[in-house]
């Protein structure tokens, strides 16, 4: 087994490979120094027509449920806020994320729009103040796994087939195999991205909840919408199984059976055939 | 309405879902009737599949007892959590209960 200091090393490494074009750069910048309006980031990211297309075509994935489809920048700046289009920015212009999910790990892309719509609905039904933040949470909850596929493919294969041979979930066969896991490996991707901790740690803890944590209730709810997204066998996570549900999470969402059977009855009725399938 | 892979829609079947990309991006929307010419652009956008109105029971629609005994095979080992069994209620209530989601 490779040894956990080494697999940090290389994940932190590839976002030297992976290197992030100026006019991201200049936009986080921007997004972080506060005192820019949203037309002018939004001017900004529309000066590089490829990432603008990437970024519009991440808001219109589904993975918040718009009925209309989002064409330009600044209607996605409004509808979505700072943070979520700096993170999507981050997201486009790096890893192209939907390939990149599509081509190493079949399903991933399905059960992470899957998970983004149902942490986007549990957070409604809670009355949050943005809930299209909870939503990208979701889509970007697994990125840890497309990172374990891109840059240890040998042992990869082998978490495959650990998981096919055991009906284990990807988690366990991870542990094993590598020494680290998908939610690790994500938080230091994005921690390196300079992402703020309220994206990081719901990713890097949603399948090790703590109620006495940084951002509890953002964990709790991608612990929540995973398990939801695997119940309802949307996509495929890697493994056919589903984590047993932290208890202590449920509770931090004040939430009843009953908000779940009409969170999972929206993601029948929101979610594409393409993603449903 | 089953879903069908694109290399089986013919010309005049008509679309009862949007046609969408991967993505999810709507390429076409739903009603449309499919001519070869849109069938090839469809093809060239490598959008894979598309759901057409038409006889239930086709290849692409996932009988219930199958979806049923999935759903089994998902939760095996959640016997004893209440939550969980709860959980499993509610989808197979939906499952029952939708019956037209390809």
Redesign the interface.
């Given at each position: 087994m490779p040894d956990r200091a080494a697999v940090k090393a290389k994940v932190e490494g590839i976002t030297k490979i992976l290197t992030i074009p100026p006019v991201v750069s200049r936009i986080v910048h921007m997004v972080n120094a506060g005192t820019v309006s949203a037309a002018e980031i939004a001017e900004e990211i529309n000066t590089d027509q490829v990432l603008a297309a990437k970024v519009l075509?991440?808001v219109?994935?589904?993975?918040y449920g718009f009925r209309q489809?989002i064409t330009t920048i600044t209607h996605a700046m409004v509808l979505l806020g700072l943070d979520v289009v700096k993170t999507l920015v981050m997201t486009a212009s790096v890893l192209d994320i939907?390939d990149a999910m599509?081509q190493y790990m079949e399903g991933l892309?399905e059960h992470s729009?899957g998970t983004a719509r149902a942490a986007n609905a549990l957070a409604e039904q809670m009355k949050v103040q943005n809930p299209e933040e909870y939503a990208l949470l979701g889509l970007l909850h697994d990125i840890g796994k497309v990172v374990i596929a891109q840059t240890f493919p040998t042992e990869h294969g082998r978490i495959r087939d650990l998981v096919a041979e055991r009906n284990c979930l990807q988690i366990d066969a991870e542990l094993e195999v590598l020494g680290v896991t998908h939610p690790e490996v994500g938080m230091w991707l994005l921690k390196k991205w300079s992402l703020p901790s309220k994206v990081v740690y719901p990713i890097a803890y949603h399948s090790n909840f703590h109620p006495r944590r940084d951002h509890a209730d953002r964990t709790a709810v991608v612990h929540v919408a995973d398990?939801?997204c695997?119940?309802?066998?949307i996509g495929y996570p890697g493994d056919?199984?589903?984590p047993?549900?932290n208890?202590d999470a449920?509770h931090m969402l004040r939430l009843t059976?009953d908000d779940?059977?009409r969170v999972?009855?929206r993601l029948?009725d929101e979610l594409?055939?393409?993603?449903?399938? | 309405m089953p879903k069908i892979p694109i290399s089986d829609a013919k010309p005049g079947q008509r679309l009862t879902r949007p046609a969408a990309t991967r993505a999810g991006m709507v390429m076409v929307q739903a009603g449309t009737e499919l001519t070869s010419a849109l069938l090839d652009r469809l093809r060239n956008l490598g959008i894979s599949s598309v759901v057409v109105a038409g006889e239930r029971g086709s290849p692409g629609d996932k009988p219930l007892e199958v979806a049923l005994h999935e759903l089994d095979e998902r939760f095996v080992g959640h016997e004893e959590d209440a939550w969980m069994m709860s959980l499993k209620a509610i989808v197979r209530r939906q499952l029952k209960g939708g019956g037209d989601h390809a």
């Open positions: 075509r991440l219109n994935s589904g993975f489809p939907v599509n892309w729009v398990i939801l695997r119940a309802k066998g056919a199984r589903i047993r549900i208890p449920w059976l779940v059977e999972c009855q029948d594409g055939d393409e993603v449903m399938a | -």
